[in-house]
């Protein structure tokens, strides 16, 4: 399995109509929120299935990707440095 090293700076918040990303991992902590359909997240090796309402919240260093399941898809995402958030520095 390849996986990808992705480099971010700042904070990155995104809303997608698409969630297929290849396993990868960085140093910041992302969070997935589903608006509408469903996604295969893979977080660690440990698959969940994630639908509308659904969060996934991924840690620094965790290797993690997606696979979209449902034809449309709403997806909104944040991406940021632990330091942005002081209470969750340490998890």
Do not use: C, W
Request: hydrophobic fraction near 45%.
């Amino acid at each position: 399995m390849t996986v990808i090293h992705q480099i971010n700076d700042g904070v990155k918040l995104y809303r997608n109509d698409k969630i297929a990303f290849p396993p990868h991992l960085h140093e910041e902590v992302e969070i997935i929120f589903i608006f509408k359909g469903d996604a295969l997240a893979n977080i660690n090796g440990e698959e969940f299935i994630l639908g509308e309402g659904d969060i996934a919240i991924i840690f620094p260093d965790a290797v993690h990707g997606y696979k979209q399941l449902s034809d449309k898809v709403e997806v909104g995402k944040f991406i940021f440095q632990p330091d942005f958030l002081p209470e969750i520095k340490n998890e």
